[in-house]
């Protein structure tokens, strides 16, 4: 499915509030309900938040990707460029996000406990997620959906 609204960003906490106030006007016009705004306005701040962690966290200049489609589901996907084994242990398979929370807590970086927590806080938060390694050699693509009402503005 082609992205309805495509974003690029340098890897910029500022860049992020763009992001959310973005997705919730996507999200909104594809008929999100009212209610469910909050939800995805947290999910893509937590997503692109984890992004921007990883990508300072390495030093990559890379941009952040955000695309987010309108359809049967409002739908937004986040990437980012950050080498896969801080999110799948180099097995290409995403552990728990629990179990990599209480693993991360036990370390002593901050920045590390912190990523772990925004999976699993949007695990918790989206009930449609996918966290899977990126196309390529890096990176990683978290997918999340909601439902829309029908609307015959769209």
């Known amino acids: 499915m082609m992205p309805t609204v495509r ?3 340098s890897p910029a906490p500022a860049h992020v509030r763009t992001a959310r106030l973005v997705a919730v006007a996507v999200a909104r ?9 909050d939800e995805v306005r947290l999910a893509i701040g937590e997503a692109c938040s984890r992004a921007v962690a990883l990508h300072r966290r390495y030093g990559l200049p890379d941009l952040v990707t955000v695309e987010m489609s309108d359809g049967a589901r409002f739908s937004a996907k986040v990437v980012d460029r950050a080498p896969r084994e801080e999110t799948f242990g180099g097995a290409g398979e995403l ?10 807590s036990r370390a002593e970086d901050d920045d590390k406990v912190a ?11 989206v009930d449609d ?12 693509v978290v997918r999340m959906s909601w439902p829309v009402h029908d609307t015959e503005l769209r």
């Open 29 to 37: 016009r594809a008929g999100v309900p009212e209610p469910v705004l």
């Open 115 to 125: 990523i772990g927590m925004r999976l699993a806080l949007l695990a918790g938060l």
């Open 129 to 140: 997620l996918e966290v899977a390694p990126a196309p390529g050699s890096v990176g990683t």
């Open 7 to 9: 974003l690029e960003f």
């Open 95 to 104: 552990p728990d996000p629990l179990a990599l929370v209480e693993e991360d």
